[in-house]
Every structure is written in C-alpha cells, then in structure tokens.
C-alpha cells in the first residue's frame, strides 16, 4: 500500500467529525487493486464522525479503483466524480455516496478557497 492512500485514510480518521457531513450516515468501501490483491478501506459517516478501517464488509457504496489512481485522488491531482464519470473509478450501490466523495478528497494542489482568493484581491486593488 502505498504512502499517499494511507495518509489519506489516516488524516480522515483523525478528523473524526467533518461539519459538511454531519446529515450524513452510511459506509463506504474503497476496493484498492494492486499487482497481487485488494486492499480494502471502510469508512463509516454516522451524523458527520468518520471512521476508518481496513474491513472487507458489506457498505452502502463500494468504490472500486486501481491503487496508483486513487493515490493520484488522494493527492487532490484527480477529483472523484470526474474520474467516475471517465470510468477511472467503478462504485456500486448508492450514488450519492460517490457524490459525496468530493468532500473527502484534498483539494488540487495550489487551489485556494474562493473566500481567501476574494480577500486577496480587495487587498490587492
């Protein structure tokens, strides 16, 4: 498993409880494929706390996905719905669990809330 998907999974487990997820409540199985297996990832949302796993059970979405795409995903270099949509990415069962997926992810590198992009401007003119 590589270093980028366990930070990844890591700094979700440490955040415990994420504000944008607090109507939410479901699991989420990532099926990570590499050369030789699967590596299996849960995270469970229950009212915006997030937990983490390494279990092989059933979830309300399974995400399926080759293990160097989704580092590129961890990183903020590839954005999941948009990878869904070029088939980078396969889920089954609730959608809009993969909806809500753009929520976990780091943002690309370099990119700036709109808020902090618009506060520098007023300084600037």
Do not use: C, Y
């Not at 890591?10 to 099926?31: S, V």
């Not at 089954?92 to 943002?107: D, S, T």
């Amino acid at each position: 498993m590589s270093e980028a998907t366990r930070t990844f999974f890591e700094a979700l487990e440490r955040r415990g409880h994420e504000r944008l997820l607090k109507k939410t409540n479901g699991t989420i199985r990532f099926d990570l494929e590499r050369d030789h297996g699967v590596d299996h990832w849960l995270v469970e949302i229950r009212g915006g706390a997030v937990r983490v796993s390494q279990q092989n059970s059933d979830a309300d979405a399974v995400v399926r996905a080759d293990s160097a795409f989704f580092d590129r995903m961890a990183r903020g270099e590839a954005k999941p719905v948009a990878a869904w949509l070029r088939n980078d990415i396969t889920s089954e069962g609730q959608f809009r669990f993969i909806l809500l997926l753009e929520r976990l992810f780091a943002p690309p590198p370099g990119a700036r809330h709109p808020r902090f992009a618009a506060r520098s401007r007023r300084r600037q003119g």
